[in-house]
């Protein structure tokens, strides 16, 4: 093999890998696609609230650089949330909810997302979901405002169903 031919081999080799690793990234995010519910007793809250009755399921789908989100809170349905946005960090509508009117998710890497709910540009909700690598559970923590004005942090666990 020639020099010439040995650099272009190598070249053909290096491109192929970078092409290659963002794939089997995007694979793994895919992953994370699907139903997670809350675990109660590994969840807590800083102000203070029982969380024993605790029941949230969240519905995820992920495809290229979008999610489609759904949960449902069997305690408060009030507050269930809906939305579809990009997963640049960009900030999106969300509609059919008195609470948020915006939303903004951003990946943080393979397993973490960065999501911002907001009304009218203030952040109501920030959290941070960290997916296990087995791909079996995630936590999202964060810290929410509640309706007085006053904040607090959050911690709660999730396993997929």
Same mark, same amino acid.
């Given at each position: 093999m020639t020099s010439s031919t040995m650099k272009t081999f190598l070249f053909t080799v290096v491109v192929t890998v970078f092409a290659i690793v963002p794939l089997s990234t995007q694979a793994a995010e895919m992953n994370?696609?699907?139903?997670?519910?809350?675990?109660?007793?590994?969840?807590?809250?800083?102000n203070g609230q029982d969380l024993s009755k605790f029941s949230l399921t969240i519905n995820v789908q992920f495809s290229d650089n979008k999610i489609v989100y759904h949960s449902v809170?069997?305690? @408060?349905?009030?507050?269930?949330? +809906?939305?579809?946005? =990009?997963?640049?960090?960009k900030v999106s509508p969300m509609l059919n909810n008195a609470r948020f009117n915006q939303v903004a998710v951003k990946k943080t890497g393979p397993n973490g997302l960065e999501i911002l709910e907001m009304k009218d540009g203030d952040?109501?909700?920030? @959290?941070?979901?960290?997916?296990? +690598?087995?791909?079996? =559970?995630?936590?999202?923590?964060g810290i929410g405002k509640e309706a007085s004005g006053r904040s607090h942090e959050f911690e709660e666990y999730y396993t997929r169903q």
């Open positions: 994370h696609s699907g139903s997670w519910h809350s675990v109660a007793s590994k969840s807590s809250w800083s809170n069997d305690n @408060s349905p009030a507050a269930n949330l +809906d939305f579809t946005t =990009s997963l640049d960090g952040v109501i909700v920030g @959290s941070y979901w960290m997916f296990s +690598d087995d791909g079996k =559970s995630f936590v999202r923590r």
